[in-house]
C-alpha cells in the first residue's frame, strides 16, 4: 500500500450528516481520522480521511481484506488507540485530547468490549466475571437489569461455574453479558466469534442482535466472516484505509460478492 486518493462510495457522504431530522443519535462518529505507521517516505496509511457514523441502538459490521484498516479503526474508535488526525464523538464525549486516565475511565464506564479469546478471569466464577468491571469501578450492579441479561443471555443456571467449566459459547456469552452489564454507549466486538464453532458463534451473534434490537445497545464489530456480518443491521466497508461502500440489511451473500470485488 502507498497512498490513496479516497474515493468513498455515493452512499457515505464525505463527513458525517448533522441534520437531527433525517437521523437519530449516533453512538459513535469519527471525521477525517487519518493515522500511518512508520516513516513519511515509506510508511503505512492504516486510515486515510475516514469520516463515518454508527447509529445508536444499531448493529454495524466493519468488513474488509485483510490490512485496510478495520483494527485500526476499531481501535481509535474505542479509545484504545490515537489517530493522527481527524476527531472523534463517542456519545456526544469529544475522544480527542482526553488523556489516559480519562481515556481509561471513559472505557471503563462508556464501552463494553468482546473479543476473539473471552478475557475471563480463570478463578472467579461466571456471575464474578459479569460484574467484574463494576466491582473495579465500585458500583453495584443494578439487581433487575444483571437478572435482565444474565436470563437474557441464557446464563441463569452457569453463575456459579467458573470459566474451565463452560463450553466456549459459555463463555463468550458471559463476556458478551459482562459487556452489557453496564450498559455502555458502545459495545465493540473484535471477531467475537473466531474461536467458536459454527453453532456456537451463531448463538452469540443472535444474543448480540438481539441486545440491540432489545436492549437498545449500540454494537461494532469487527469480523471477516459474511455469515458474521449478516447478523448485522448494516455492514460498513472499507479497503485500503479508506471506506468504499455499505449494506444494509446484509445477507452473507450480498456481504460476500461485495468483498470479492474488494478482491478480499
Ligand atoms: P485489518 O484489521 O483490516 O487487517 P489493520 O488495521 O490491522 O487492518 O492494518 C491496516 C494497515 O496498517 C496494514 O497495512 C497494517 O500492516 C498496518 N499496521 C497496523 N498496525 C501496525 C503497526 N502497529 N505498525 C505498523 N503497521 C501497522
Redesign the pocket.
Known sequence: ?TTFTSAPHPSIPERPIHTAAAQGPAAVEAFALTKR??RADTG?T?LDNVSVRFDAGKFTAIM??????????MHCLAGLDTADSGRILLGGTELTGLNDRELTALRRERIGFVFQAFNLVPTLTAEQNITLPLALAGTAPDAGWLATVVNTLGLKDRLKHRPHELSGGQQQRVAVARALLTRPDVVFGDEPTGNLDSKAGGEVLALLRRSSQEMGQSIIM?THDPVAASYADRVVL?SD?GLVGEIHQPTAEAVLAALGKLGA
Open positions: 500500500m505507521y512508520g503505512v492504516a474488509g481484506p485483510s490490512g485496510s484498516g478495520k483494527s485500526t479503526l469487527v472499507m484505509g
